[in-house]
């Protein structure tokens, strides 16, 4: 079933991981498995079967060509530094050649305690497990980078947290599972081979553009190419709302995928300060920190990379820095790219910025549904009689007819037939989401009644998420109050 395994991480030096094989456990059930990306990934599934599948899928048996491990990694924990953290519940089977010809690991997420465990029992919960395949698939077919849900199996056993749960294994798709932490690791042991190693290793899987330069550029090339992913990434977040919860460095990739769903969540009403994660008390990562927490996240990334940079302390650290302070201007360039396409602005103009914050404080002042705003923005593009629909959104109807004077006076700027607009808008912005009372109810019929009915609704659902799928319209609506929910938890 499985396609053949490179074993390219397995190939570094042995100190970059632990070798470990997943724990088995005791009765294993496919719950979720992902077909299409299982045929991009080139599986063979001609005699696909659910019970086999389980076995695989829970690392019950291992597939033939995988020697499994548990990656190395430290990271700085809401601003903490821990030098090891690594792998506590996590194996990676190796790496599989995409359609694409592109490098994929697959990773089995509650595996069992590794040499990385610490506390822990190296097991996930069902619930985590749903909420980072809805999401992280969710995310995807909003053309956001992230890793990827292939698969889910239930375990048959019980993992406390507080109460017992059921517990679960997510089979993981990624790029890679490289991260900001996997950089510190090294660096904080004063391993500037190791260091050098993952720098090259990371180059030639992600940057093979950087190939071709030697010494500082080279690695001075990797900071700004993983500046610029996470620059753009981060835009992508803020354009849908998307509050990650734990953007520690262990959580930050270095491919620029979106990694490691917590407590994440999407926002409802706009308000720029919102948190939701339980464990986040001084939202350090709330929604509009997001973005300057990305450049503190890299800062950590680029004192792991100095030695390489240049022989010369001062001078290493004078060019990282000079290109650290470029991150402001490229992330506000990557942003208002993603906000003017919201708004349906064609050409860029100089003004465009101020129209985006004066939608945004209108928004924030009028408690509006972030996600239904822009997607009713959308039909007012394409006919004035849907502004009404929009108006009603807003706690100050009149604040926002007056913006709409404003934007349709700089729409009259730009080429576009009102079709065409509208027609873009409707792909850059959702009309379905993954709304945290929804993705909540699906996890409670899984794991109170054994249903998961509502979690396949809800993913059929959210992988489309520029379709207006007619007859769930009930998918679109915000919580009401007494569904509201108010602080996630990291469940791990
Ligand atoms: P996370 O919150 O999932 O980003 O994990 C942070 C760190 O804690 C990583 O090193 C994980 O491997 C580890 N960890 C999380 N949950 C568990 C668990 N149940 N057992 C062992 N280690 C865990
Ligand atoms: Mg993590």
């Known amino acids: ?43 063979d599934l001609a005699a696909f079967d659910a019970e086999e599948a389980a076995v695989w899928f829970s690392g019950n048996v291992v597939p033939r060509g995988s020697e499994p491990l548990a990656q190395a990694y430290a990271g700085h924990q809401f601003g903490g530094f821990v030098p090891r953290l690594g792998d506590g519940r996590a194996v990676l089977l190796g790496e599989v050649t995409d ?14 305690r590794t040499p990385f465990s610490r506390g822990g029992d190296g097991r996930s919960p069902l619930g985590p497990v749903l909420r980072e395949y809805l999401v992280s698939e969710a995310m995807h077919a909003m053309g ?50 190791g260091v050098r190693e993952l720098a090259d290793h990371v180059i030639e899987r992600h940057y093979p553009e950087l190939a071709k330069h030697e010494g500082g550029e080279r690695y001075l090339g990797l900071l700004e190419a993983v500046q610029a992913r996470q620059a753009a990434l981060i835009a992508k977040w803020m354009g849908v709302g998307f509050i990650h919860g734990v953007m520690n460095t262990d959580n930050t990739s270095i491919s620029g995928e979106t990694i490691d769903f917590g407590p994440c969540a999407f926002m409802e009403q706009y308000d720029p300060q919102m948190v939701f994660s339980s464990i986040d008390e001084g939202g350090r990562y709330a ?15 680029a004192e792991t990379l100095l030695p390489l940079i240049d022989d010369d302390t001062d001078r290493a650290i004078e060019r990282a820095t000079e290109l650290l302070q470029r991150y402001p201007e490229q992330y506000e360039a990557e942003w208002l790219d993603v906000m003017r396409t919201k708004l349906g602005l064609e050409r860029a ?16 002042r009028g408690r509006a549904d972030f996600t239904l705003t822009f997607r009713r923005l959308a039909d007012a593009a394409e006919s004035r009689e849907a502004e009404a629909a929009l108006v009603a959104l807003f706690e100050r109807p009149e604040e926002i007819a007056g913006w709409l004077e404003d934007w349709r006076q700089r729409l009259a700027q730009d080429l576009w037939t009102e079709d065409e607009r509208a027609q873009r808008m409707r792909l850059a912005n959702p009309a379905f989401i993954p709304r945290n009372h929804r993705v909540q109810q699906a996890l409670t019929a ?47």
Not at 18 to 33: D, N, Q, Y
Not at 99 to 112: E, H, N, T, V
Not at 452 to 471: A, K, N
């Open 1 to 43: 079933m499985f396609p053949p395994f490179t074993l390219r991480y397995a190939r570094l030096p042995e100190r970059f991981f632990e070798r470990f094989e997943p724990v088995p456990v005791r009765e294993p059930h496919l719950i979720a498995f992902n077909r299409p990306l299982a045929e991009t990934l080139g599986f």
């Open 99 to 112: 359609r694409d010809g592109r490098l994929r690991d697959i990773q089995l997420k509650g595996a069992g």
């Open 144 to 193: 956001i980078p992230s890793t990827r849900a292939l698969a889910a199996v239930t375990t048959g056993e019980r993992v406390v947290r507080g109460i017992p749960e059921p517990g679960a294994i997510l089979t993981r798709v990624a790029a890679s599972h490289i991260r900001v932490g996997t950089f510190q690791y090294f660096a904080a042991r004063g391993d500037i081979d």
């Open 287 to 301: 929604y509009s920190n997001q973005p300057w927490i990305a450049q503190w996240n890299l800062a950590r990334l």
């Open 349 to 364: 103009q100089p003004g465009d910025k101020a129209l985006v914050e004066a939608l945004l404080s209108t928004m924030h």
């Open 446 to 492: 899984a794991m109170d009644e054994n249903d998961f009915g509502p979690f396949e609704s809800l993913l059929e659902i959210v992988t489309r998420p520029f379709d207006d799928q007619p007859g769930f319209e009930e998918y679109t609506r915000p919580a009401e109050p007494t569904e509201r929910v108010f602080r996630t938890f990291c469940g791990t």
